[in-house]
């Protein structure tokens, strides 16, 4: 069983930065994909960025290429999610999830484990 916890949510005003961390229980979790979602109110849960296990390749949303970036620190069995030039239309709970297969997925359904999510809200 995997565990994750976020954390770094938080009011921030539009063009700032704040930088999400996820940190995962389990001993295999250098082998796990994992990613950032996000959901904004009465809208689907959309993936944002991922990044496979092992070698570490990365994936963004075409909304927050350029801004975001996700790393992983399998040492510290945490995976973090950098995000610059906030806009409003990023506010939504953002949740990091995990899969059991070292390679990217996209999709919701392709993640089993997931946390229990951290608002972050941009303003004006």
């Known amino acids: 069983q995997v565990q994750l916890v976020e954390s770094g949510g938080g009011l921030v005003q539009a063009g700032g930065s704040l930088r999400l961390s996820c940190a995962a229980s389990?001993?295999?979790?250098?082998?796990?994909?994992m990613a950032w979602f996000r959901q904004a109110p009465g809208k689907e849960r959309n993936i944002v960025a991922a990044?496979?296990?092992?070698?570490?390749?990365?994936h963004y949303a075409d909304s927050v290429k350029g801004r975001f970036t996700i790393s992983r620190d399998n040492a510290k069995n945490t995976v973090y999610l950098q995000m610059n030039s906030l806009k409003p239309e990023d506010t939504a709970v953002y949740y990091c999830?995990?899969?059991?297969?070292?390679?990217?997925?996209?999709?919701?359904?392709?993640?089993?484990?997931w946390g229990q999510g951290t608002q972050v809200t941009v303003s004006s």
């Open positions: 999830a995990g899969r059991t297969s070292s390679g990217l997925g996209s999709s919701r359904a392709e993640y089993a484990y």
């Open positions: 389990g001993r295999t979790f250098s082998s796990y994909a």
């Open positions: 990044i496979t296990g092992n070698f570490g390749i990365t």
